[in-house]
């Protein structure tokens, strides 16, 4: 007698024995997110080094795309055909980065338009208006969306508001189901249910950035004059005729200068620069704010800002924690999700009957040297002498342009200078 072990197929929410944080805290009712979801949005909106920052990680970790590993060669095309057309997934999923970034949190709403158990549409619900509905233990029972101002409410007002009648059976709370939205958390630490905020620790940084900038917007408001003319021995009326008379003749002269008078004989006719209110130190200061910010994103200083201490060694050096950033996005935030939720929830819950696994989703490479590497790892691991089935899993984990048919990529059963020859020929077409 054989025996298998037998596991659940999906799990859509998953519980702990444990309890949440401060789930028992008498003084709060409803459990709003860890950090105030706009004060977020207006630290993003008014840094322009933090948002051209998100900027460069939302096309990094989309400009690739995604694709489908396993299953059958059917279930991938099937797949591939309803998130690129029926779901727009092109759209949606910087969309969803995006929130991440910002918040913490992201939320995908899995609509049911005219199917009664299919999503058809994917929509990125607003953040900074979303609630989640949990028990103590975490398991999530659902959500609310909250489209009003709910700034100086108790919680008692919130709650009050969230289920006010607005006829027609619809209360001013849009409310969800569990399985009607997907959670996304871009650091979940401990028990807490939301994710913590990725930008809280740059909000002293990024408030003294406020008050530098604020510094020069009022320095260069309330400009100095450049120049200081002292007419000497002349009375109030011989000041004006002079004074007009100097503006006609330098009618294209930029520089502002200011005009003084003395009738005393004694003084003497002066014209003295002033040096312009240019500070060497507060620009060394708004450079490392700069770069305290960028610390917490993992791009790249000089792909923000040009400097002339940068070459080829240190800008890889600074690439590769951004390459595994994004990978680290790729696999543990959006991946889980995708597929333990959304995929179930399609119909692919299940293995094929030609399939020794079912399907999942696997985002591609983000960049083409990547993908070299992949063929030189795959190069090596046949010439120690892997055995096909190896070599096959290895791509079909890591490659998904040959998760297809490895068979059709490589002529297996040829001698070792066959592979050769082949990944000469694809790293060729690659570097084209």
Known sequence: MRFELVSPETINIRESQGFVKDIYDPVIRVREPLSEYRVMLDLVKRDPTLARAFDIIVDFATHRGLDFIRGTEKERDKLRNLFNNTLNIKQVLPNLIYSLFYYGDAFLELRRNGSKTTPNELWVLETTEMRI????????????????????????????????????GKTQGIFFDADEVIHFRMKWIGSQVYSYNPNESIGTVASAKLYANNYLMNIFMNMPPRYIAHLAGVGEPQYKKAKAEFQSAKTNYKKVIAFSRSNDPQSKLQLQKIEPPYDKTLIEIMQWLSNEVLKITGVPRSWIEESGVENRGVTEAEQRPFDVKIMALHRNILEPPINRILLPALGFSKKAKDSDTKVLCRFNEISRKGEKEILENVKVLKEMGLKHEAVVSYLDERWNDFSAKPSTVFDWGANSNMIRDEIAEINYRLQR
């Open 133 to 168: 509905i949990y028990d103590e233990h975490g398991k999530v029972l659902g959500y609310v969306q909250r489209p009003f101002n709910m700034s100086g409410m108790t919680d008692e007002q919130v709650l009050k508001e969230e289920l006010k009648d607005m006829g027609g």
